[in-house]
């Protein structure tokens, strides 16, 4: 469960296979988060799941013309993560054809 905590600013982000995490304005509560995991195992806290998903849409179609297998496994991840936000937005907003 997760406990009430006032943070700060955050957005999605990735380096280096370090943690990600998800959009929070200035002094969100977590009560209303909601939990997913990436293509990685990693549990993400999903806070923000509007500007997480445009996030990681714009992450998604970033390409370089000769990706190594790190930026193969990005475009993947990517795309993973979009998928699986927009099913958590889905279930947010109540909308029993994609689940």
Same mark, same amino acid.
């Given at each position: 469960?997760?406990?009430?905590?006032?943070?700060?600013r955050?957005?999605?982000?990735?380096?280096?296979?370090?943690?990600?995490?998800?959009g929070?304005?200035?002094?969100?509560?977590?009560?209303?988060?909601?939990?997913?995991? #990436?293509?990685?195992?990693?549990?993400?806290?999903?806070?923000?799941?509007?500007?997480?998903l445009?996030?990681? #849409?714009?992450?998604?179609?970033?390409?370089?013309?000769?990706?190594?297998?790190?930026?193969?496994?990005?475009?993947?991840?990517?795309?993973?993560?979009?998928?699986?936000?927009?099913l958590? #937005?889905?279930?947010?907003?109540?909308?029993?054809?994609?689940?």
């Amino acid at each position: 469960m997760l406990q009430t905590t006032q943070l700060e600013r955050i957005f999605i982000h990735k380096e280096n296979g370090q943690e990600v995490q998800c959009g929070l304005n200035d002094n969100t509560e977590m009560k209303n988060a909601m939990e997913i995991t #990436d293509l990685d195992g990693k549990v993400l806290t999903v806070t923000d799941c509007t500007l997480a998903l445009m996030q990681a #849409d714009d992450y998604r179609h970033y390409r370089v013309s000769e990706p190594s297998p790190d930026q193969l496994h990005l475009y993947d991840y990517w795309e993973d993560l979009y998928q699986k936000l927009l099913l958590l #937005d889905g279930k947010i907003k109540g909308d029993k054809d994609i689940l």
